[in-house]
């Protein structure tokens, strides 16, 4: 009896802790992809303004290299904070997938799916 209430006391002070470093590292990743995301806001803002800048003449726009330089990179720096985006929102949505297995509770396509990975891991390490 008494290993058994150890064991259960050291389940729970094991979950507390898991639950902690959880919410510290997911706060650390969000505060991480913001961060990144702002500054692609602002890259992207600072561009739009130089992009506005450039002196406009009566006749129809010639894309100087300048011009379609900056619009290049606008483009890329849009594209990519999409992408950060997107990547904040997979990252967010496994370690949701984590916290809740570390718990003991799994959602069954999300079992099915790791246990897939799994395979197609063990199956790439015999092929090396």
């Known amino acids: 009896r008494l290993s058994l209430r ?3 006391a050291q389940t729970r002070r094991m979950t507390v802790r898991a639950r902690s470093w959880n919410r510290r590292h997911r706060k650390t ?22 992009l506005n800048a450039l002196p406009k003449s009566a006749e129809p726009p010639k894309s100087s290299p300048n011009t ?3 619009q290049a990179q606008i483009r890329a720096l ?25 718990q003991g509770h799994m959602d069954e396509d999300v079992q ?13 390490e015999q092929g090396r």
């Open 6 to 8: 150890n064991a259960e």
């Open 29 to 50: 990743g969000e505060e991480v992809f913001r961060c990144i995301i702002t500054e692609l806001s602002k890259e992207v803002f600072r561009l739009k303004e130089a």
């Open 68 to 70: 379609a330089a900056l």
């Open 78 to 102: 849009e594209e990519k904070l999409q992408t950060e985006t997107r990547h904040s929102k997979v990252v967010t949505l496994y370690r949701s997938h984590l916290l809740y297995a570390v």
């Open 112 to 124: 099915r799916l790791l246990c897939q990975i799994l395979r197609m891991q063990r199956l790439q």
